[in-house]
Nanobody, 125 residues
């Protein structure tokens, strides 16, 4: 599966952005999807994950209550709605997919086999 992330940009603290990740292929609904981010000089970290149907989600503590992951399997797209943004949310955001028919939500980078190119989110104070 190929992934293409979009929606990043510059926003003031307290603002909102919605990221989108479009996937190729007819089996999108059989992939657990995740969002990760990487700030300058830091390791890539988990943000959120969503199950095949979208009925289950999991978030990093740092974004819980502010970010929402969702998916539209008819459009082969996963979203990350980011509200109440903080300067520390500044990073390149990546969407990722686990292996075909892997069903568990995972937080580790190594659990995801496919990666998009990343989209930059900058939050100014």
């Amino acid at each position: 599966v190929q992934l293409q992330a979009s929606g990043g940009g510059l926003v003031q603290a307290g603002g909102s952005l919605r990221l989108a990740c479009a996937a190729s292929g007819r089996t999108f609904s059989s992939y657990v999807m995740g969002w990760f981010r990487q700030a300058p000089g830091k390791e890539r970290e988990f943000v959120a994950a969503i199950s095949w149907s979208g009925s289950s989600t999991y978030y990093a503590d740092s974004v819980k209550g502010r970010f929402t992951i969702s998916r539209d399997n008819a459009k082969n797209t996963v979203y990350l709605q980011m509200n109440s943004l903080k300067p520390e949310d500044t990073a390149v955001y990546y969407c990722a997919a686990r292996g075909y028919l892997d069903s568990t939500l995972q937080v580790g980078v190594r659990a995801y086999h496919y990666w998009g190119q990343g989209t930059l989110v900058t939050v100014s104070s």
